[in-house]
């Protein structure tokens, strides 16, 4: 019995020392997506379509920040850096001024990356998942450079918005080329990456005051033509769904301004929520453009391609598209008939008619750098925020680059 | 699905092993019991004071009791006459031997035991290799007398047990709502990435500690892992403080180990004893909620017909207040209900431990409940003189109730103290007054009705081996496991009045199952061998092994959208979604120790432990963690002690090295895709992929190396006891989030090991018994420590500010406040001139901390206890003064005129700006601008006050009871403080960055007064 007692605390203890060494290290995570599981290559047009639900997001999130800075909306919210950015006294240390870049950014990366892969693919010439890489990467260059006072990409040396544009033109271009050979090639969405990629174009090369090739670039978008951002009402992907719709509605942090409310216009459609924005100190005036997580976001269209083409020929002297166009919009929306006559009338008008037209659609800011004295609506320096208590509106005509990407990208000074 | 296939092989092998070694004992050497003898008697202060929960023994007999309350114990022991030593031992006093002569019958043994302020001879269980006595250690191993405190003060749970009893073990609560989470730092906190929470340990299992969220959130409240232990079951609390004794603890122990010890039974007592204990706590909210002001600055608001009560008919400019909270009774007292009961016995070669006890605890709002049941049985078993077994599980029921709270949309505080007066009072019916809160659709009925519920089911099962097949061979073998589960819930009810926000009033519900597994496997061996002529010499050489496999399960589902309130399953949402996590981390450690004991008064010890982690990178390689003391008791030196001065009894030197580390998460190594997917144009989800992290296969874990060295005097027969340690932490390797550029496309950092962070600081006790007499007996215990904390390097990480203001940068301490620093007000140009950039303006680290406790014992029976405590020289964020004057400008100082109350001019605009640089001029914004919201926490808390009463043994006995006691009391009694807010102790947000203090509309502690009745059978 004692012998047998022995035996079997030894071999309990050998066995001990044998279960502890087979305790192996292994260990499963599926919550991960390990990169060594994945394919590039194989799996470009995945990464392609991804990428381009990145500029979705990227342009429905971004464009509530363009408007509070712009004064195209107030943040009904108390978050002092949110307000800070309406107030156009936010420095790179603020953090919310990393919200719109982070979003554009990753747009950025996220389809040159692809693009660089599909590049190399053996269909690159008429592969439609590079072309529509190429035109979200234009767009997301166009409103960083038309947000930001100096841009970058995929983590190099500062840029100045020109150079950000030039960048924006080049991968139009290409994105116009592989666009309309893969049309050729039988994808119907070629047609429309090249006319978006067209808008874009035009877009940059007006920002730029290239009027000759704004106006060339719009002369070839349809002008039924619509490209919008596509969003969704579903409640496990809420991050497809019309960011700015998501911002507003869930705090009721979206306020539509006085000089806005007060047009009348149904291109600026509004009501009175009969309640407190969140910081209880404002009216909750309401927007209606976004009325849902699957509103979608207009990019580009026909009517934009309409605007540029007239801004160009009038800053180059011809002032015909211009009041046509004015005319047109005015009486579709129920406005007496525009009786100016001077350039300078004209082209605020001009702006008058886009800052409706486009309204929280990403343009606004664009348009103020563009002709600072020509664009309404946008808070003067100096003079009283919306929340007087706040202060004044600063001195800045564009975000500062954040300090999370002065900080850890090695090509950009630090001060 | 095999992924928990390993984890399940091995402790189930183990198990086995364990039954396989419990079924081999030699049922022939149990001895039996023939005639036997009772030994009883009264454990008592050299001033007479009866001493409980001393553990009384007869090493000869290996039998072993506690005493009760009255300081009375009995021991049923087998009648074979001879001479025999009783030896008592109690934490706080000298070991006494009482020799005596066993005979059949009833003995009687009385043991008379001297206060110590020092514990040398005191038994260490925890950063050891193997039970050592204090002496013999040479790093600080802290020990909390669980039972005492207990016994004479009112704590709820094991947080309480720790607040404020040991210098350098720091804990912050995170809000006066029950139930809230509290964090424990210990020598300061060393990580930016990682967790600085300390691991737990319950009698050698790991066991869940931290946080524990709910689904949905309540606005940075969580609740406390940890508070699912009854204080009642706690025995003793060890505190290792770092690296240098956390060593055997291996590549996650930098923050600290705490190792809890449960209530045992004892072998051959041969009775049973019973506690039945029942408390009553009355909670006092212990605030005031603010007011709030307005201007009645429109002709709407002061028209007659306007509907904003407050302003009609008043003067353009009136200022007009309303104290929302206040009017609406939203605090009120809470209360709290305990009931526990407790057995203990033995038999021959046998002890058990029994408990069960039941509380539950209402909070100062609607909606904030705490019901826990807890169960433990603890069993030992000494199957023959070599081997013994002690198995215990430990049960919780938890049904835990939070309400919304601090910056959560639906927060009480936050509504009812940002709301505006002037516009927002409206007439209620029968002439009262309804509004004025933050979002004019905020009642208390929307706000309690609410739901957030955690059904929390927490199991410890753990069993021990002891074998000792020689004398000077021993062995150790622990096995147990953590089982948590917890079923979340967090309902927003469907309504038609627009309570909440979009889809939350439609009706929600968030549901979320979690799961937690933690598995420990720990062998350990001990060879000693005496040495030299007489043994003078003593060898300890001892190794094992320690393997801990960690497995995290988390599924969610929300449904939004519900038809009816009365059918409210995820299931019932119009829309629903779901989501899952899982993640496992095993760790492996193989320590090998040697001590070298000298006249058992010189001890030398050298040691190490490696250590394999699943979260290690391919590339990193196996982490060895060496560590080395030195402790020598100069005064048992004959040569020394004669030098000593006469009222120095006791003194000893130490020192300690060692290193330990803390490991990055299970996946920190991988490079990673995130799940994005797209949408087609047509509208359709497809799965998708864009970059995540770009991983980082060389991480390692980070490297805590610490030195610390000290004495302990004991004076006047140790009636007063000095300890000094000075630590010096440097945590290397230190895990940074590599800040990616977001131009890079990757959408997470990856972690790197760059930093390095140094802790330093000094920790002394003084613990006196200065009077100890028949009917009166004072000691007190002060502690104190001071802290110093900074980053030394980033490496190649730029230094940054986060959101919440807090920078980190070489030279600085971990998250110091970094905001526009106001250098002068021009009261003329009206500006506020602030630095050009963003400066440090003070930690919120506590440099300082002190605690006093005492207590007085007059006539035997009756026992004054009070605590008092302090944290000095750190800053704290007022972030709910900060919104209250600048962005809801609805406080009194911005609405009164000066002699009222109101700011002055200079103090307006060094507060409310406006803000300019000072070199260039340019407008600051107030989320740069916040210097002076950021203020000083100072304060001294007049922690615990108790008064109990224990009843003489001749009256316990006339009442045909063991023992019994009243205790009446209370706890947070008053605040001095030089915080402007209200409580300079709250975190205010626990869901934040480790070192953020900030006051976020944060819950006050509660003021507690509690009465106790203790009986014993």
């Known amino acids: 019995m004692i012998i047998a007692s022995r035996v079997m605390r030894r071999a309990a203890l050998a066995t001990t020392a044998l279960a502890l060494v087979a305790c192996n290290m292994d260990v499963v995570n599926p919550g991960v997506i390990d990169a060594s599981q994945f394919n590039p290559s194989g799996d470009a047009a995945t990464l392609s379509l991804s990428a381009q639900s990145n500029f979705y997001k990227a342009f429905t999130g971004s464009a509530y920040w363009s408007a509070f800075f712009s004064s195209e909306a107030v943040p009904g919210v108390v978050r002092q850096e949110t307000n800070d950015v309406g107030r156009r006294v936010a420095t790179s240390a603020t953090s919310d001024v990393g919200n719109a870049w982070a979003l554009l950014q990753r747009s950025l990366a996220t389809n040159d990356l692809a693009a660089a892969t599909l590049v190399k693919g053996p269909s690159a010439a008429n592969d439609i998942n590079l072309a529509r890489a190429y035109m979200n990467a234009g767009f997301s260059l166009i409103l960083i450079a038309e947000t930001y006072c100096q841009g970058d990409i995929l983590v190099g040396p500062p840029l100045t918005p020109a150079q950000m544009l030039d960048s924006a033109i080049a991968r139009f271009k290409l994105g116009v080329t592989v666009g309309a050979a893969a049309a050729t090639a039988g994808a119907v969405e070629g047609t429309k990456v090249a006319s978006a990629s067209n808008v874009g174009l035009a877009r940059a090369s007006l920002q730029k005051k290239d009027y000759a090739g704004a106006s060339t670039y719009a002369a070839l978008v349809p002008a039924a033509f619509v490209f919008n951002a596509v969003t969704v009402d579903d409640a496990s992907n809420r991050a497809l769904g019309n960011s700015t719709y998501a911002f507003d509605i869930g705090s009721n942090s979206i306020v539509v301004p006085d000089a806005y409310r007060a047009l009348n216009d149904p291109r600026v459609p509004w009501k009175d929520a009969l309640k407190k924005a969140q910081d209880t100190g404002l009216e909750y005036y309401q927007q209606l453009k976004y009325t849902g997580y699957a509103t979608p976001m207009r990019v580009a269209s026909g009517l934009e391609a309409s605007y540029i083409a007239a801004e160009a020929q009038l800053q180059t002297g011809n002032s015909a598209a211009a009041l046509t166009l004015i005319a047109t919009r005015r009486a579709a929306n129920a406005q007496p008939a525009f009786t100016g006559t001077t350039p300078a009338a004209i082209l605020a008008e001009l702006m008058d008619q886009r800052a409706r037209e486009f309204w929280m659609e990403m343009k606004h800011l664009g348009d103020w750098q563009r002709n600072p004295a020509a664009t309404p609506y946008v808070g003067a320096a100096g003079s009283p925020y919306f929340k007087p208590v706040q202060g004044n509106f600063g001195t800045a005509t564009c975000l500062p680059v954040p300090a999370s990407e002065i900080a850890a990208n090695p090509n950009f000074p630090k001060v | ?1017």
């Open chain 2, 1 to 1017: 699905m095999n992924r928990t296939r390993p984890a399940g092989r091995c402790v189930a092998l183990l198990f086995a092993l364990a039954m396989m070694l419990g079924v081999s004992t030699n049922a022939a050497a149990l001895q039996q019991r023939a005639d036997s003898a009772t030994v009883t008697g009264r454990v008592t202060s050299e001033g007479g004071l009866p001493i409980a929960s001393a553990v009384v023994s007869i090493p000869g007999l290996r039998l072993s009791t506690q005493t009760n309350d009255a300081g009375v114990y009995r021991l049923l022991a087998p009648a074979a006459a001879g001479a025999e030593t009783l030896h008592v031992t109690r934490l706080g006093y000298r070991p006494a031997n009482v020799p005596f002569t066993l005979s059949t019958g009833q003995v009687t043994v009385n043991a008379v035991m001297a206060t110590t302020a020092l514990s040398l001879d005191q038994i260490v269980v925890t950063g050891t290799a193997g039970n050592q006595e204090a002496k013999a250690q040479a790093a600080v191993v802290a020990t909390i007398d669980a039972s005492d405190i207990v016994a004479k003060a009112s704590i709820l749970n094991i947080n309480e047990l720790m607040y404020a009893r040991t210098p350098g073990v720091s804990l912050t609560v995170a809000s006066g709502a029950s139930g809230a989470n509290t964090r424990i730092d210990i020598r300061g906190q060393a990580s930016i990435s990682l967790s600085n929470n300390p691991l737990v340990f319950i009698d050698g299992v790991r066991t869940v500690s931290g946080s524990r969220g709910t689904p949905g959130g309540v606005g940075g409240q969580t609740l406390n892992a940890l508070d699912d232990l009854n204080p009642d079951d706690i025995e003793s609390i060890e505190i290792v403080k770092g690296p240098a004794a956390a060593t055997l603890y291996g590549a996650d122990a930098s923050a600290g180990v705490i190792q809890v010890l449960t209530k045992k039974g004892k072998t051959g007592v041969h009775r049973f004893s019973q506690r039945l204990t029942t408390e009553y706590d009355n909670i006092d909210p212990n605030f005031t909620p603010s007011t709030n002001y307005g201007v009645c600055n429109t002709a709407a608001l002061i028209a007659p017909a306007s509907k904003n009560i407050l302003c009609t008919g008043k003067a353009l400019g009136t200022v007009v207040s309303d104290n929302v909270l206040l009017r609406n009774s939203v605090f009120n007292n809470g209360w709290a209900g305990v009931l526990q009961y407790s057995a203990q016995g033995g038999g021959d070669n046998f002890g058990y431990y029994i408990s069960a006890s039941s509380n539950n605890e209402q909070g100062t709002t609607a909606g904030n409940f705490l019901n826990h049941r807890t169960g433990r049985a603890n069993f030992n078993w000494v199957a023959n003189p070599k081997m013994s077994v002690d198995a215990s599980v430990g049960l919780t029921r938890a049904d835990d109730k939070l309400a919304k709270g601090d910056q959560d949309t639906y927060s009480y505080m936050l509504n009812g103290e940002w709301g505006q007066p002037a516009s927002s009072v409206t007439a209620g019916p029968n002439g009262g007054m309804i509004g004025g809160w933050l979002n004019n659709n905020i009642s208390v009925l929307s706000v309690s009705a609410i739901t957030n519920e955690d059904a929390t089911i927490h199991a410890t099962p753990s069993a021990t081996l002891h074998y000792a097949p020689i004398s000077w061979f021993t062995n150790r073998l622990t096995m147990g496991a953590d089982y948590t589960r917890i079923s979340g819930n967090q309902t927003y009810p469907l309504n038609s009045l627009g309570w909440y926000s979009g889809t939350q009033n439609t009706g929600s519900v968030s549901v979320q199952e979690t799961n937690s597994t933690l598995y420990t496997v720990d062998y350990l061996g001990n060879i000693t061998q005496r040495l030299g002529h007489g043994g003078w010499i003593v060898s300890d050489l001892s190794f094992g092994t320690q393997w801990i496999n960690s497995v995290q399960t988390a599924l969610t589902a929300v449904g939004t959208g519900l038809t009816t309130n009365a059918s409210n399953l995820v299931s019932s949402g119009t829309t629903t979604a779901a989501s899952q996590s899982y993640g496992q981390a095993k760790s492996l450690g193989y320590i090998g120790q040697e001590q070298i004991g000298f006249n058992d008064r010189l001890f030398l010890q050298f040691g190490a432990r490696v250590d394999r982690n699943s979260a290690f990178g391919s590339s990193a390689p196996t982490f060895f963690l060496p560590k080395a003391g030195v402790t020598y008791t100069m005064s048992e030196e004959p040569a020394i002690q004669r030098h000593l001065p006469s009222f120095l009894s006791t003194f000893r030197v130490r020192g300690a090295y060692g290193t330990t580390g803390r490991s990055p998460s299970a996946t920190a190594a991988l490079q990673t895709y995130s799940k994005s997917p797209y949408l087609t144009d047509a509208g359709v989800v497809v799965p998708g992929v864009s970059p995540g992290s770009p991983g980082n296969p060389d991480i390692k874990p980070e490297r805590g190396v610490e030195a610390e060295g000290g004495f302990d005097a004991g004076f006047f027969h140790d009636r007063a006891g000095f300890e000094l340690t000075y630590f010096s932490k440097t945590s290397k390797d230190l895990l940074l989030s590599l800040p990616i550029a977001p131009s890079s496309g990757f959408s997470s950092s990856p972690l790197v090991n760059i930093g390095e962070v140094s802790n330093k600081g000094l920790e002394m006790s003084l613990r006196a018994t200065p009077i100890d007499r028949k009917n009166f007996t004072w000691d007190f215990g002060l502690t104190t420590n001071t802290l110093s904390n900074r980053i030394v390097t980033m490496g190649t990480v730029t230094p940054f500010v986060s959101g919440n203001n807090q920078c980190f940068k070489p030279g600085v301490e971990l998250g110091a406040w970094c905001v526009s620093h106001v250098l002068r007000v021009d009261t003329v140009a009206k500006k506020a001139f602030v630095t050009d950039t963003a400066v440090a303006v003070g930690g919120s680290i506590p440099h300082y901390e002190s605690a006093l406790h005492t207590t007085m014992t007059l006539f035997r029976n009756v026992r004054l206890y009070a605590q008092f405590d302090g944290k000095f020289d750190y800053k704290i964020y007022n972030l709910t003064r900060d919104f209250r004057d600048r962005t809801q400008k609805n406080s009194a100082e911005v609405n009164l005129p000066v002699g009222q109350g109101g700011y002055s001019l200079d103090e307006s605009i060094r507060r409310i700006g406006p803000f300019v640089t000072t070199t260039a001029g340019t407008a600051v914004g107030n989320s740069l601008a916040r210097d002076a919201y950021m203020v000083s926490g100072d304060y001294v808390r007049f922690r615990e006050l108790s008064l109990t009463w224990t009843l003489p043994t001749n009256m316990a006995q006339r009442l045909r009871v063991a023992g019994s006691s009243v205790s009446v009391g209370a706890r947070n009694l008053h605040l001095w403080t030089k915080f402007d807010g209200r409580d300079p102790e709250v975190s205010g947000a626990d869901g934040l960055t480790n070192q953020f203090r900030a006051d976020v509309e944060t819950l006050p502690q509660v003021r507690r007064v509690f009465a106790r009745l203790n009986l014993q059978f």
